[in-house]
């Protein structure tokens, strides 16, 4: 299937969850997520902050498993057309923007590229990995810039069925994809699925 199928498929699929589906969904990805990356003190983590009327991944349960660890956390932020990283702690205050986006103030990039992990959000990923996100390429800009063997792991709420036919050469694939079932491994890191 072509992007533009998967994303008209995949957003009614969410759109079909209940609010109760998601966070059970999300609770079990979360659980897979912390048995396979047993993360440690000062490594540096971006993650998303989850739009609820998107019925994204809950990644609430991810960010305190983070500050538990005293993992370093950083968010995505728009700035005009650009995504940046704000550090931030369990402390930092998080405000709605209008469009529903919960993020800390501050438009200045942390500057931090070297990431050991970042976490991304989607709509869907294939068995090889490929993301299927909104269409803007914010992050496929964004993993373009920081270094380049930071682990890219995907979180869906959906396991992956048709292959993605259009994939392009600034696509950006995953390394890891996490479903409320199992995690799936992609390239050189090791063998294809891991339950």
């Not at 989850?50 to 660890?69: D, G, M, N, P, R």
């Not at 650009?82 to 405000?95: G, H, K, V």
């Not at 993605?164 to 079932?181: A, G, K, N, Q, R």
């Amino acid at each position: 299937m072509t992007k533009a199928e998967i994303r008209k498929i995949y957003s009614e699929k969410k759109q079909n969850l209940t609010e109760v589906e998601v966070q059970t969904l999300s609770e079990k990805i979360y659980r897979n997520f912390a048995q396979k990356f047993p993360l440690s003190e000062e490594q540096k983590v971006h993650c998303f902050l989850s739009i609820s009327k998107k019925k994204e991944v809950e990644t609430a349960y991810f960010l305190k498993y983070f500050f538990e660890k005293k993992v370093r956390v950083f968010v995505p932020k728009m700035v005009d057309e650009n995504l940046i990283a704000l550090e931030i702690t369990a402390e930092t205050p998080l405000y709605e923007n209008s469009w529903g986006i919960k993020e800390p103030t501050g438009e200045e990039d942390s500057g931090v590229k070297n990431f050991d992990l970042v976490i991304l959000p989607l709509l869907y990923a294939d068995k090889k990995g490929n993301r299927v996100g909104y269409g803007k390429g914010f992050y496929d800009r964004f993993l373009a810039d920081i270094n380049e063997n930071v682990l890219k792991v995907g979180v869906s709420l959906f396991p992956p069925e048709s292959p993605v036919e259009d994939v392009s050469e600034f696509d950006i694939p995953l390394d890891y994809l996490v479903t409320p079932t199992e995690v799936l491994s992609f390239g050189i890191f090791e063998s294809k699925s891991t339950k």
